[in-house]
């Protein structure tokens, strides 16, 4: 048995998750309708919402806010049952993981961070904002279409251009004596 806990803070409403499907791969944005009804689905069971939130093809991160910070892993969990059964594909499944019930779509675990303060928030929107363009998916995040950025830009928070590597082209090709 596992000595593995995760830790939940009372009083904080907000949590940043990162979910990896198993050995990374790569079938998140092909079935990017699934992923949506999946959160749908964990939605009518618990009370959160998503308040952002980048969709890369092996992996995922979102901040949820909810009343009951101690149902972030049951709604983790929720998500990836509905996918998991839901997933048209055959995947290469290990006999251990057939033994626990798995389906061999994501990793067993993920990653949490309870947020703590405005600041906590603020690292990790950029951190979720910053993916595609860290992953070579884009070079600017309000290119990417999978991905709550352009919600904070009309809400003000970003900057339309925030990051956007084609300023670095410009820059570097101006002629300057």
């Known amino acids: 048995m596992s000595n593995y806990k995760r830790y939940y803070i009372n009083n904080y409403n907000y949590v940043?998750?990162?979910?990896?499907?198993?050995?990374?791969?790569?079938?998140?944005?092909?079935?990017?309708?699934?992923?949506?009804?999946?959160?749908?689905?964990?939605?009518?069971?618990?009370?959160?919402?998503?308040?952002?939130?980048?969709?890369?093809?092996?992996?995922f991160h979102v901040i949820l806010k909810m009343d009951d910070i101690s149902l972030f892993?049951?709604?983790?969990?929720?998500?990836?049952?509905?996918?998991?059964?839901?997933?048209?594909?055959?995947?290469n499944v290990t006999?251990?993981?057939?033994?626990?019930?798995?389906?061999?779509?994501?990793?067993?675990?993920?990653?949490?961070?309870?947020?703590?303060?405005?600041?906590?928030?603020?690292?990790?929107?950029?951190?979720?904002?910053?993916?595609?363009i860290k992953h070579k998916y884009t070079d600017s995040a309000i290119?990417?279409?999978y991905s709550s950025f352009k919600k904070f830009v009309k809400l003000g928070v970003y900057e339309q251009n925030w990051c956007n590597f084609n300023d670095k082209y410009k820059i570097n090709s101006l002629d300057i004596e």
Do not use: C, M
């Open 95 to 132: 006999e251990s993981k057939i033994r626990k019930g798995e389906k061999g779509v994501w990793q067993r675990r993920f990653y949490d961070h309870v947020i703590r303060n405005e600041h906590d928030l603020y690292k990790h929107l950029d951190y979720i904002h910053y993916n595609p």
């Open 16 to 59: 940043f998750l990162t979910v990896v499907t198993n050995n990374r791969q790569n079938i998140l944005l092909q079935n990017i309708d699934l992923l949506k009804k999946s959160f749908n689905y964990a939605k009518q069971k618990y009370n959160f919402t998503i308040f952002a939130i980048v969709i890369l093809d092996n992996h």
């Open 143 to 145: 290119d990417y279409p």
């Open 73 to 91: 892993s049951r709604i983790i969990y929720s998500f990836k049952y509905y996918f998991s059964i839901h997933l048209n594909k055959n995947l």
